[in-house]
Nanobody, 116 residues
């Protein structure tokens, strides 16, 4: 069964760091675009970052540029989101998505809370 599982969320103080993981099982992430999205309470889901595995190109929302880094471990079939200098406005449930023509998978989400 194909699925994505996020992990690594938690409570962190402003200025702190977290690394989120998105592990795929039942399929290979090769030839997918993998994105991280987030949804804060009372707000819609927004795109945070994306990696295109065919050429390793990466994209970031303006709000996280310079603070977040997306990467992939092909051998482990995992995509990471390294988050640094976290701000209270980064508080949200973070989801990963793997997409290519004909296939679209979402994880269950992991909570990130940035608070002192």
């Amino acid at each position: 069964q194909e699925k994505l599982v996020e992990s690594g969320g938690g409570l962190v103080q402003p200025g702190g760091s977290l690394r989120l993981s998105c592990a795929a099982s039942g399929f290979s992430l090769d030839h997918y675009s993998i994105g991280w999205f987030r949804q804060a309470p009372g707000k819609g889901r927004e795109g945070v970052s994306c990696i295109v595995t065919t050429d390793n190109s990466t994209y970031y929302a303006d709000s996280v540029k310079g603070r977040f880094t997306i990467s992939m471990d092909t051998g482990k079939n995992i995509v990471y989101l390294q988050m640094t200098n976290l701000k209270p406005e980064d508080t949200a449930v973070y989801y990963c998505n793997a997409n290519r023509v004909g296939n679209d998978y979402w994880g269950q989400g992991t909570q990130v809370t940035v608070s002192s």
